[in-house]
């Protein structure tokens, strides 16, 4: 959701084009990635470990969302932009906790799936 705020304040403020478009990119895959997890497809396509993926999504979305929403925030051209910019600050922080977390969640040195060991 916050991410479809950030989009949508740089869309009304006719912002520059980058940053309606990386708001826009990050709402998507956003969406995508909430897709896989509640269908349930991530357990069906196994050729990609999954949660990885989704780190490495979160820590590209934050290193370009910190970019871009700084010289939002530093050029504020009117208010719309400089909300999509805090805005855009906010989802760079909740990236981040979604790396964190995930990266508790997972580890890669213990054997997944039914074919690991009884302890």
Same mark, same amino acid.
Request: hydrophobic content about 60%; proline content about 3%; overall charge positive.
């Given at each position: 959701?916050? @991410?479809?705020?950030?989009? $949508? ?12 478009? !990386? ?5 998507? =895959?956003?969406? $995508?990635?909430?897709?896989?997890? $509640? /269908? ?16 490495? %999504?979160?820590?590209? +979305?934050? !290193?370009?969302? !910190?970019?871009?929403?700084?010289? @939002? =925030?530093? #050029?504020? #051209? %009117?208010? &719309? ?5 805090? !805005?855009?600050?906010?989802? /760079? ?7 964190? $977390? ?10 997944? &799936?039914?074919? +690991?060991?009884?302890?």
């Amino acid at each position: 959701l916050v @991410a479809l705020a950030t989009l $949508l304040c740089f869309v009304i403020s006719k912002a520059h084009e980058a940053y309606a478009a !990386l708001a826009g990119m990050e709402t998507v =895959i956003t969406v $995508l990635f909430l897709l896989l997890y $509640l /269908l349930k497809l991530d357990a069906r396509m196994r050729c990609l470990f999954w949660p990885l993926a989704d780190i490495l %999504n979160s820590v590209i +979305a934050a !290193l370009f969302l !910190l970019v871009v929403c700084l010289f @939002a =925030i530093i #050029t504020r #051209t %009117n208010k &719309g932009t400089f909300a999509g910019g805090v !805005l855009g600050i906010i989802l /760079l922080f909740l990236c981040l906790g979604d790396v964190f $977390l995930l990266w508790k969640k997972i580890s890669l040195d213990k054997p997944r &799936g039914r074919s +690991a060991p009884a302890k």
